[in-house]
């Protein structure tokens, strides 16, 4: 099974080695394929760069954590546009859902949550995805 997996959730398994981000993200990387695309990839990468996680997410954590997901990904380049998400910034997560063929997105972004079930996509939070999995 591929799943997505959204910046708010890395951001908080960064933050927190044993949270419950954090064991989602491991659970998927030990059970199902996590799916990437460069633009998806682009935003963790930022959002984990922001001054306001500095104190909490060394560059050390922050390599680590990138490193950890390029490593263990599939990546994938959607090919299409969605427009369904009222925040537009969270389009890329459909997009990369559909064309992967992933059947979850795990994620903590209200936008996407409200969502669920998505075009037959499940879009869970990370407890969520825990206790299903």
């Known amino acids: 099974m591929r799943v997505v997996i959204d910046a708010s959730v890395i951001v908080g398994a960064a933050l927190k080695n044993d949270s419950t981000p954090m064991r989602a993200l491991l659970a998927v990387l030990e059970h199902h394929s ?3 695309s460069t633009t998806v990839f682009t935003e963790i990468s930022e959002v984990l760069g922001r001054q306001k996680f500095a ?3 060394t560059p050390e954590r922050r390599q680590e954590i990138l490193a950890l997901l390029t490593t263990a990904a599939t990546w994938i380049e959607p090919d299409l546009t969605v427009t369904d998400c009222v925040d537009p910034d969270d389009n890329k ?3 990369l859902a ?3 063929g992933a059947t979850v ?3 903590s972004d209200r936008h996407l949550l409200q969502m669920h079930p ?3 996509v499940a879009i869970l ?3 969520e995805y825990l206790m299903r999995s």
């Open 118 to 120: 998505w075009r037959g």
């Open 34 to 36: 996590i799916v990437l």
């Open 105 to 107: 997105v795990v994620s």
């Open 55 to 57: 104190a909490a997410v």
């Open 98 to 100: 559909i064309v992967s």
């Open 93 to 95: 997560y459909l997009e």
């Open 125 to 127: 939070r990370p407890a």
